[in-house]
């Protein structure tokens, strides 16, 4: 394996919740081609919301690649341990025709 992802389809929106690439095959596609398979299976009937730590620029930088936007502050996520940081919410809209084909 090198490479997780999960998401779920709810009520409103649907829920692109992690994705995992092990370090080795970072930066070649792979992750590309792994959150294309998860937003393929999302569909396109309602808004795909996924969350990022605020200052992981990388991601969200990778995000608005596939059409994600309209960063908002939320409540900071919360560790096993008691710590905590900063999240935003990304969305990626029915409106956002951005192509998953690259």
């Known amino acids: 394996m090198i490479g997780v992802s999960t998401a779920s389809k709810v009520d409103d929106v ?5 994705i995992y ?14 959150s294309e398979k998860v937003l393929n299976w999302l569909g396109d ?4 919301v996924l969350t990022v730590a605020k200052y992981n620029d990388q ?3 990778f995000y608005s690649t596939l059409g ?7 409540e900071p996520h919360i560790l096993p341990n008691g710590k905590t940081f900063p999240v935003v919410k990304l ?6 025709n951005i192509s998953l084909n690259h």
């Open 68 to 74: 994600f936007e309209n960063e908002v502050d939320i």
């Open 59 to 61: 991601a969200k930088l």
């Open 14 to 18: 649907n829920e692109f919740s992690s």
């Open 45 to 48: 009937k309602k808004p795909v």
């Open 91 to 96: 969305t990626k809209n029915l409106s956002s």
């Open 21 to 34: 690439i092990i370090p080795g095959y970072q930066g070649i596609g792979v992750g590309r081609k792994l």
